[in-house]
């Protein structure tokens, strides 16, 4: 077992968007993102995963090539290997994410 604190990982920075993977192992990888007001994750995808990312503080926008959700704190969001993803703070406060990514054989 391994405790990390997230408020350790990835220190908020106003330059750029921070991130630091937390854990990967076979076909896992968990990954801390930290947005400053402002700062944005542009649309992407993650091919042969499901993707699983908690809002652990903060609020902002999760962007898909559909539509914009607003998400906050407690806020789970799953996509597919082919959904596009993005997120954005748009807040005057910090957002953290924290993304674990599940490697899927393909079909």
């Not at 604190?5 to 076909?27: C, G, H, I, W, Y």
């Not at 993102?33 to 994750?41: D, I, K, T």
């Not at 005057?92 to 990514?101: G, K």
Request: proline residues 6%; contains cysteine.
């Amino acid at each position: 077992m391994k405790i990390q604190s997230l408020t350790q990982l990835a220190p908020f920075s106003e330059d750029r968007m921070a991130n630091e993977v937390v854990f990967k192992k076979n076909n896992c990888k968990a990954v801390v993102f930290n947005f400053s007001p402002g700062q944005s994750l542009p649309l992407h995808d993650h091919p042969f995963t499901q993707t699983f990312a908690l809002v652990v503080s903060g609020e902002g926008i999760c962007c898909t090539e559909e539509e914009n959700f607003p998400v906050s704190e407690g806020d789970l969001i799953q996509c597919g290997p082919t959904e596009r993803i993005g997120f954005e703070n748009n807040s005057a406060s910090n957002l953290s994410v924290y993304v674990t990514l599940v490697y899927i054989e393909e079909n």
